[in-house]
């Protein structure tokens, strides 16, 4: 029997992924795609929607951390499905710009740079994560490779800090500084530190991401707070 | 309490094995060792405002007062909360820099990005500071999600003691990863305190 796609549909789909139910998220993006779902709408009204929550509900001391991280990857998956079908499409989703991201080399703590992907990707960004350890070249070549306006760097740890600033660096020795803004993140990264280096923002939580980004972008909209 | 006398060392109860077992093996009688929660490890922005509400409860206590925290994850706020309480404190970016000692600490990150350290008081409560600590024994399928990026778990042993060291390759079954024993002693600890308060080393 076909589903129905209706408000139910897409709260099923927030659901899943509050709950980081990876299976039941495809089960129902596939169904729903069977059913003729619009893809853009399912990321939008549905994925989004529950990784914004969960993202709140975190920065709200409500769920734990693996609960966090099982969100993040949920949407990962479902929204990988839904992308492959809007590409098939022809059709672009409407993105407010492509952010390529990644933990800086000598950092492997991914956790946080992923919720961050997935918060910025359900809130209209079309993002590239290049996963963790990455080193300068990596950074630019990918930047290039993807067209994108945006470098978004993580790092947790304190010693691989610097690296940061140096492919800020390097984005100005090959001529790419003045296209690409830049913004940081992680438990190390001050206010202070995002200037030292010359980055554009630093985002303090997945939601400060957006808000942050949004600025730079200049993409008007109201911004959901934690609460 | 003992009053106007003496230096406290204010640290992590994550190194309290090894600060406690330095400070008697040298006989350094003047030294007195107040810790803070180890689990405050996992949430670094708390750590600089319980510094300094120790520093404020022993003040007038002691003749002196050091810090035996890195900086932690603070992001510089701890080194903020010390130069306004007038308060120094050693070097390094965690407990495991100094423990291991920097240049080594660097190497072993270098040779191996994927490589996990414990202490002998974090493998002996590692279900508790660990696990539970971050809501893994709630969801004991993600531990291998968030160790897949990890290939082996270094103990940095204070002592050669068979109790603990088991509890650290049982850590290292639980997590799926290589286990390797680095006899460390108190790091870079005991250098510290020998140039910072005058002492010397037995
Ligand atoms: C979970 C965790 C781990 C997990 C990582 C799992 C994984 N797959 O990522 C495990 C247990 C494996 C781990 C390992 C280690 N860890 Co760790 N870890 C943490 C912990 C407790 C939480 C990090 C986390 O995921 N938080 C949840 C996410 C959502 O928050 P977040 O990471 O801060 O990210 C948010 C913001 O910072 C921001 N953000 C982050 N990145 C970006 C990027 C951009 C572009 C933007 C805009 C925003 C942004 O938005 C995110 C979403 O809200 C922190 C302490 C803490 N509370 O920060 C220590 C901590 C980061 N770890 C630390 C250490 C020392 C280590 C180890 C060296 C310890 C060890 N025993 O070996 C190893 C690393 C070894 C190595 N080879 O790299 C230290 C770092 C100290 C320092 N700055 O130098 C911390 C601060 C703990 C401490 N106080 O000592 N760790």
Known sequence: MAIEIDEAYFDALAETVIDGEDEECVKLVNDGLAAGVDPLEAVEKGLAKGINQVGVDFGAGVIFLPELAMAADTMKTGAAILD?????SGSRRMSHGTIVIGTIKGDIHDIGKSVVAAVLQANGYNVV??????????????????????????????????????VIDKLKEVG?????????????????????IGADAVGFDAQDAVVKLDGLMGVNRVHATAG | ????????????????????SMVRHNGWDDLHIQCLPAHLHGTPKKIPEA??????AARGQFDDMVVLYSDCGT???LDAVLQEEGVDRIGGAH???ILAGRDEFARMMADEPGSFFVTGFLARNFDRLVLRGMGLD?????????????????????TDDPKLRMHAEQAAETLGLRFEMRLVGSGEYPQFLETRCGLNCR
């Open chain 1, 176 to 196: 790419m500084r003045d296209k690409i803004k830049v913004i940081v993140g992680g438990c190390p990264v001050t206010q202070e530190f995002a200037d030292e």
């Open chain 2, 1 to 20: 309490m003992e009053t106007g006398k003496g230096t406290l060392l204010i640290c992590c109860g994550a190194i309290a094995n090894e600060v406690v």
């Open chain 1, 84 to 88: 492959e079908k809007i590409r098939e």
């Open chain 2, 75 to 77: 992001g510089g706020q």
């Open chain 2, 51 to 56: 510094v300094r509400a120790k520093i404020h």
């Open chain 1, 129 to 166: 994560d290049i996963g963790i350890d990455v080193d300068i070249d990596t950074f630019i070549q990918a930047l290039k490779d993807n067209e994108a306006d945006v470098l978004g760097m993580s790092t947790l740890l304190t010693l691989p800090l610097m690296t940061m600033g140096e």
């Open chain 2, 138 to 158: 709630r969801y004991p399928h993600m531990i291998g999600r968030f160790f897949r990026n990890y290939t082996r778990l270094v103990y940095l042993a204070h």
């Open chain 2, 95 to 97: 407990c495991y820099d």
